[in-house]
């Protein structure tokens, strides 16, 4: 398994239970990520919430977000920040299903710092699928659904 993935939820190396989430993968904080005040601007927790469900739909679901039939339009997002953080830390990003529907997926996600002890900031992001040319919804199916499927957890 690669260190900046553990797709299970169980002690950390140090035997502290880690929070409940189906998947983790770290994402580094880059230098423009800070802002004035000496910490990341809240703007790019929304962004990496958004890599973290795009780099798993592509990845695990076979999305071509560039030429395919099928996109994923966010519309809705919400994130309540709890700690700060800043360049040059690395988060820990864990994603889980919290409802999925025919056309939609409601995900949870969890920015912590690396250790996945401080929680940094808790988000919740909704996909709809559509058909890219008619943006009308289309029903999640196939590899995408079995790969959102694979982010459900009982407790959420």
């Not at 802002?35 to 929304?46: E, F, I, L, P, R």
């Not at 798993?56 to 953080?85: H, K, P």
Request: glycine share 8%; aromatic share 8%; proline share 4%.
């Amino acid at each position: 398994m690669d260190a900046a993935e553990n797709d299970g939820n169980g002690p950390s190396a140090d035997g502290a239970d880690e929070p409940d989430y189906a998947h983790w993968t770290e994402i580094p904080t880059r230098w423009a990520d800070n802002d004035a005040y000496g910490h990341m601007n809240n703007t790019v927790h929304y962004a990496f919430m958004d890599t973290a469900v795009n780099a798993w739909l592509v990845e695990q679901g076979g999305l071509d977000y560039r030429v395919g039939d099928v996109i994923g339009l966010c519309v809705e997002s919400q994130c309540s920040y709890t700690a700060e953080i800043a360049f040059p830390e690395v988060l820990a990003v864990g994603l889980s299903v919290a409802r999925l529907g025919t056309s939609s997926v409601h995900y949870r996600v969890g920015l912590y710092r690396r250790d996945r002890r401080t929680k940094v900031a808790e988000g919740r992001f909704v996909h709809v699928f559509v058909d890219r040319d008619t943006r009308r919804p289309v029903p999640v199916e196939g590899r995408l659904r079995t790969a959102v499927e694979k982010l459900q957890r009982s407790s959420t």
